[in-house]
């Protein structure tokens, strides 16, 4: 329950986001979701009693928060502003399995079993048969391409630093520092491109639901998952993201559903499905018989 949570969520939030950036100027959103966002949150863990990081550990959540929040969202939006189509930023950010799987084979040490790259193999399969409509778009996205790609960079980076820094960070206290400190940034492109609102009604509607289920909710949920099931584990749930988000812009945009994101959305289930089996030692698919076997970090099966 926990990874399909994190799944609808996450998908809810791309078709949300291009309600508010019809309502409002794109930077402006993003300060104002990361920094009430951040506010709020400081709040719950004061009322719930929890321990906000200090020290290293706060330096630690500074950087999850700059990698997670700042570099993925501000690369996205700068890629979108630069002209770069949302379909082809949604199949940037899809590879991002892929991409974790190898930043953690060379930060982490992991092995890279036939299992774990058959999942991955999958959830870029399913990123790419989703979103195949935007593909020949590649060509013509131009240099805002670059932004993007530090967008996916900032959240494979920032998933992988999260499993090997932040394990004993409280995952609502070190996404309200992430929070505060994404709104820096965000503040700063706000002054430097201006701001402006278009429909208040609609952008104060989008920013609320924004703040309550993508900022404060859908991303502790994420950094839950990458506590549960490692950063590759959890990377894996955005093979199947593009697809559910597809369903979500067609009930809320209007946007035609292709035969590509049923497609994707069945591949995108099976390489979760694969990257979960790892409590069942199956010698065809994972030979590393000597690795340690994935519950002992977690899996997504073990989040419900």
Do not use: K
């Amino acid at each position: 329950m926990l990874a399909v949570s994190v799944i609808v969520l996450y998908a809810f939030g791309y078709p949300l986001g291009a309600l508010g950036v019809a309502a409002m100027s794109p930077f402006l959103l993003l300060f104002l979701r990361f920094a009430i966002s951040g506010v709020l949150m400081l709040g719950v863990v004061r009322v719930t009693g929890r321990r906000n990081p200090t020290g290293a550990a706060l330096g630690h959540a500074v950087v999850v928060g700059l990698l997670t929040q700042a570099t993925q969202f501000l690369g996205c939006y700068l890629g979108l502003r630069a002209g770069v189509p949302a379909g082809v930023a949604a199949l940037i950010i899809g590879v991002n399995p892929a991409v974790t799987a190898v930043v953690a084979r060379l930060v982490l040490g992991e092995h890279l079993t036939v299992r774990r790259a058959l999942a991955a193999v999958l959830g870029l399969a399913a990123v790419v048969t989703a979103c195949w409509s935007t593909v020949p778009a590649l060509a013509h996205a131009g240099a805002g391409i670059g932004f993007t790609l530090l967008g996916l960079a900032g959240i494979a980076l920032g998933g992988v630093y999260q499993q090997r820094f932040c394990g004993d960070v409280d995952p609502v206290a070190g996404n309200a520092v992430g929070m505060l400190v994404a709104a820096v940034p965000a503040g700063a492109l706000t002054l430097l491109f201006g701001a402006s609102v278009l429909h208040p009604v609609q952008g104060a509607v989008v920013l609320v639901l924004m703040v309550l289920l993508s900022s404060m909710t859908a991303t502790t949920l994420y950094l839950r998952v990458i506590g549960i099931a490692g950063a590759s584990g959890a990377a894996m749930l955005f093979a199947v993201i593009p697809s559910v988000s597809a369903l979500f812009a067609f009930v809320m945009l209007g946007e035609p559903v292709h035969p590509g994101v049923v497609v994707g959305l069945a591949l995108g289930g099976a390489a979760c499905a694969i990257a979960s089996l790892g409590g069942r030692r199956t010698p065809a698919l994972d030979r590393e018989v000597d690795e340690p076997a994935l519950p002992e970090t977690g899996t997504l099966r073990s989040a419900a």
